[in-house]
């Protein structure tokens, strides 16, 4: 016994408190078996007990989750381990009178781990992971850190059955997915379309946001896709050139993505298509895709501004901000040309590029045939006022929008402005199938965020910084080190601008991303060792800031990073209190 | 019943690695690890107020306390 620490008993007490909190949870296993743990005995104590017997012919088991894939939606897997594991240090479980000496762990009942989610069962899908069949030249899983090159896993038909089992749309539940940070490619799933019939069954709803390289989209697939409709398809399109995309992609078949587009249509299978504009395609060769993909009628066409990690490549591969520029320019260039939304990602460098970025609530695109469509809307309206509410922010615009959507709202009336000139649009939406036309479906309205077929205009709002100013005054700090992106820096600045500080300083600061390196800027994808190193050298080169304020985007809902690394961290490591800003992510 | 019908078991490994003790007292690193798991995933709070521990004591011992996070790593 320990005369100051732990004694013996309170070791004890502890040891027992924590076997059973665990054991009802899990069910430990040696050589995959389960095993009744009934009590323990202390390693550094003396016992006799025989080792425990296991059955080697014991039946095929599931394979063993990494815990740490569950970091993201369930990282309390990872600390059962890690309880268990210190338990495990100090003492002999023991079952009747056989020592046990367990190798792993097992839920015992999943219902127990339901997760808070939507009701969409494309989310159920996205669990699955899979090889995709291509391998494009760009791909982002060349280029990741270490810490993100999880091994390869692939999901069984009976694990992804049993999502479906536990997947509950009314009470909006579902088991923990799996996530990872390597790519999954739903489609070549070899049991897709028995889990999607599975799905089905269960929902009527529409699953949303099925990502696809297209390859196994050929005439009898889309066929059987479409016989479990309503769902919603996002196409890695990236040139509609077969020899191009073969190339970039590494494809042996690129007619069959191709011929896909009007095959969905036929189908009447909304879908959108996303081009990764890597700088060796051409950039003739993008307008065209766009032009292919324009003519399929897409929900939109997502534009990705590449960058690359230094792992991807140590030399920086392409200047950043002049490549952004000129595919900006392209998009700009090439919009009124066609219907469907075309949407660079991320889309606040577009507005830092036409260098008026602003606050003002405007339209970034419209879904063809869409309710907005049809009442006249179009890219770059602002918008004035919605049922004589007057909008004030952007953010204003869209919790409005969000609140019509959700009380169901059928009749807008909105004052728009286009080149100066007010306008009064009345948005009319209609719950009847005939009165939708393609590619605006019923099922439409879930995709993506958008409003009656609008694509509005997110980002930076003035409010922001004034609950800052007020965070800032109620807590006593003259000095306030705000730790932002590249891309939400300007607004920030300009929000400074036109607000009363009251004597707070507010210095905007971008972090480098040492984490990823390379030429990557979008702050969703720093880490907290990154926010540490940038105030430590912020403190080095002047005076100390009395708060810093860093974004919630990089961090999952259980606040860790992509380092698995807790918010918290930064404020213990450098001193400094540390305000966390709620931030939307740049890429939703 | 059909081979698939049999719910898929979520089974994890244990491989024994704990992590490098950062106590040199195999009780007090027990506790040490409990907490920085436990900590990892909750927020402990007083009357309303989050409470933001990095260290702890025993109860028997207010001289002598222990850190909670090994930060070694966090170096620029």
């Known amino acids: ?588 | 019943m059909k081979k698939h019908d049999k719910e898929f078991v979520y089974r994890f490994k244990l491989d024994g690695k704990t992590g490098r003790p950062l106590i040199d007292d195999p009780p007090a690193e027990m506790v040490r690890k409990q907490l920085e798991a436990l900590l990892k995933i909750v927020v402990l709070s007083e009357g309303g107020r989050e409470l933001k521990p990095d260290r702890f004591r025993f109860m028997n011992n207010p001289l002598k306390d222990f850190p909670i996070f090994d930060d070694t790593d966090s170096d620029t």
Request: glycine share 6%.
């Open chain 1, 1 to 588: 016994m320990t005369d100051k620490g732990l004694s013996r008993t309170a070791q004890i007490d502890l040891l027992s408190r924590t076997l059973e909190g665990l054991l009802n949870v899990i069910a430990f296993e040696v050589k995959g078996a389960p095993v009744h743990v009934d009590g323990f005995c202390l390693r550094d104590g003396e016992h006799r007990f025989p080792p425990l017997e296991v059955d080697d012919d014991s039946p095929v088991l599931d394979p063993y989750y990494p815990p740490h894939y569950f970091r993201a939606n369930e990282p309390r897997f990872e600390m059962i381990r890690d309880i268990a594991g210190t338990l495990l240090e100090q003492v002999i479980l023991v079952q009747g009178e056989r020592a046990v000496h367990p190798d792993g762990f097992r839920l015992k009942n999943l219902s127990h781990w339901l997760i808070d989610g939507e009701d969409d069962p494309g989310a159920v899908l996205n669990s699955i992971s899979w090889a995709c069949k291509v391998k494009c030249i760009f791909c982002y899983e060349r280029g990741n850190p270490p810490e993100l090159n999880f091994p390869p896993y692939k999901t069984t038909l009976r694990e992804i059955l049993t999502s479906v089992r536990y997947f509950d749309p009314v009470e909006k539940k579902r088991l923990p997915i799996p996530s990872r940070y390597d790519n999954n490619e739903i489609l070549t799933f070899p049991g897709i379309l028995e889990v999607i019939r599975a799905l089905r069954k269960k929902t009527d709803a529409p699953m949303i946001n099925i990502s696809t390289s297209g390859t196994m989209l050929d005439e009898p697939f889309i066929r059987q896709l479409a016989e479990n409709k309503p769902l919603l398809l996002s196409i890695s399109l990236n040139s509609a050139d077969p020899g191009v995309r073969a190339s970039i992609m590494k494809e042996k078949h690129p007619e069959i993505p191709l011929r896909s587009l009007p095959l969905l249509k036929q189908y009447r299978i909304p879908f959108a298509a996303s081009i990764v504009a890597w700088p060796t395609i051409p950039l003739t060769d993008i307008e065209n895709t766009v032009a292919y993909a324009d003519q399929h009628d897409p929900l939109q066409i997502r534009i990705c501004l590449p960058g690359h990690t230094s792992r991807f490549s140590q030399k920086i591969l392409f200047d950043l901000e002049d490549y952004w520029g000129r595919l900006i320019d392209l998009i700009d260039s090439i919009r009124d040309k066609h219907d469907t939304p075309i949407i660079p990602l991320p889309y606040t460098y577009e507005e830092i590029r036409q260098g008026h970025f602003s606050f003002v609530p405007g339209v970034g695109g419209v879904i063809k045939n869409s309710p907005a469509w049809k009442a006249g809307v179009r890219y770059g309206d602002e918008i004035l006022s919605v049922n004589n509410v007057p909008i004030r922010s952007r953010r204003f615009l869209q919790a409005l929008m969000d609140r019509l959507k959700k009380e169901g709202t059928k009749t807008l009336w909105m004052q728009t402005r286009r080149k100066g000139k007010e306008e009064e649009r009345i948005i009319r939406y209609s719950e009847e199938t005939f009165d939708h036309q393609y590619p605006y479906l019923p099922e439409t309205r879930h995709f993506d965020v958008n409003y009656y077929g609008m694509y509005l205009y997110d980002g930076f709002d003035p409010a922001d910084v004034i609950r800052l100013r007020d965070m800032a005054l109620a807590r006593g700090a003259g000095h306030v080190l705000v730790l932002t992106s590249w891309m939400i820096k300007p607004y920030l600045e300009l929000a400074l601008q036109h607000i009363d500080t009251q004597g707070v300083r507010f210095v905007p600061h971008v972090p480098e991303n040492i984490f990823m390196g390379g030429n990557i800027v979008v702050g969703d994808l720093l880490t907290a060792k990154d926010f540490i190193r940038a105030i430590r050298e912020y403190c080095r080169e002047g005076e100390k800031p009395d708060l810093a304020v860093a974004p919630t985007s990089p961090f999952s809902s259980w606040l860790r990073d992509m380092r698995n690394d807790h918010f918290l961290k930064i404020e213990r490591i450098t001193g400094i209190p540390l305000y966390f800003m709620e931030t939307p992510k740049l890429w939703s």
